[in-house]
């Protein structure tokens, strides 16, 4: 039956040609941009709203951020906005604070952040910082040269 199978395949005239595509899966894709003013605002949002795929467009000046919901390439969505508004854009690089073990680590902090955001990042030496307990943080400090009235043994 498996040449017959292929055979009948070749043959078949109902599919007429239809190549078979995988569809993208709805993906929400957030995009940090700089807005002055109602005009950019207008601006960024023209910018997506034309664009294959795309469903729902949210944008949030105060944020700075651009929300974008639909079918679609997240670097294809951050490179046109970049290109038709001739702005810096990014993806949208915070996370709530709550999420992150330490906010207040240096390179997590920004103090460009919106209100309750820290910056996501992927530094190996901030994920060590996270997992260190906080008895383990207090006896490397007790004994550190950095803070000598910590031990008065030393």
């Not at 005239?13 to 993208?24: D, G, P």
């Not at 919106?114 to 400090?141: F, H, K, M």
Request: charged share 25%.
């Amino acid at each position: 039956m498996g040449a017959l199978d292929h055979l009948s395949n070749i043959f078949d005239c109902s599919t007429a040609h239809s190549k078979l595509k995988k569809r993208r899966p709805l993906q929400t894709v957030e995009i940090k941009i700089k807005m002055d003013c109602e005009g950019c605002e207008r601006k960024v949002r023209r910018s997506v709203e034309g664009m294959k795929g795309v469903t729902s467009v949210e944008v949030s000046p105060k944020q700075n951020k651009l929300t974008v919901i639909g079918y679609v390439d997240p670097e294809k969505v951050v490179h046109r906005v970049a290109h038709r508004t001739g702005k810096k854009a990014e993806l949208w690089p915070y996370v709530p604070y709550d999420v992150v073990a330490h906010p207040y680590a240096p390179g997590v902090y920004d103090k460009k952040a919106p209100a309750g955001y820290v910056r996501n990042t992927e530094d190996p030496q901030i994920s060590q910082l996270a997992r260190a307990s906080s008895t383990e943080v207090r006896y490397t400090t007790a004994f550190s040269d950095e803070n000598p009235a910590a031990c008065v043994v030393m």
